[in-house]
């Protein structure tokens, strides 16, 4: 898949920008469950794209996480950034991804965090990221923008199709497609 590609593209992008920026101390915080990233829960997300293909679909954090660490891993190549992406969702659409990098990317950086609200806009999902940071250190407010940008451009990519409607709840995603 293209989207692949260009997410890692994205996140190499923020890891450029956690570089070049003054981060201020300020975590994002994730929250306190675990969320399994398997093979298995891969699987049972791939299994559920039928009901997408029928209109909606609903995904666990598990089932999520897994399906894009999984789609990363396959499409990325050699030179992957990302060892795994941990997604948990809140009820009003909030999100916070976890990204795992490989050993020895960045010194001393070995997760960016970003929070942010998911929603539909244009027929096509979209992200507005209102943290993003690196274990004690965020990236400024001015910087966001940009990372939302980057995140939206890889979202827009009409291979997903045509969103009507994202809702998130303690868990889960769910994602309708339109005709």
């Not at 979209?126 to 993003?132: E, R």
Request: aromatic share 2%; net charge negative.
């Amino acid at each position: 898949m293209r989207f692949s590609r260009k997410m890692v593209t994205s996140l190499a992008a923020m890891l450029v920008m956690l570089g070049l920026v003054g981060c201020v101390a300020q975590p994002t915080m994730v929250p306190a469950r675990d969320v399994e990233v398997s093979m298995d829960q891969a699987l049972m997300a791939q299994n559920k794209l039928g009901d997408l293909m029928m209109g909606s679909v609903e995904w666990t954090e598990s089932e999520f996480s897994s399906l894009l660490s999984v789609l990363l891993e396959q499409n990325a190549g050699e030179n992957n950034p990302i060892e795994d992406v941990t997604v948990w969702f809140e009820p009003n659409n909030q999100i916070v991804i976890r990204i795992q990098l490989v050993d020895e990317l960045v010194a001393g950086v070995s997760t960016l965090d970003v929070a942010g609200t998911v929603d539909v806009q244009g027929n096509h999902v979209v992200v507005d990221v209102t943290q993003a940071g690196t274990g004690n250190l965020s990236l400024s407010e001015s910087m966001l923008p940009a990372i939302s940008e980057q995140i939206n451009t890889a979202l827009a990519d009409p291979q997903l199709g045509v969103a009507a409607g994202v809702e998130t709840d303690s868990g889960v995603i769910r994602l309708n497609l339109g005709m």
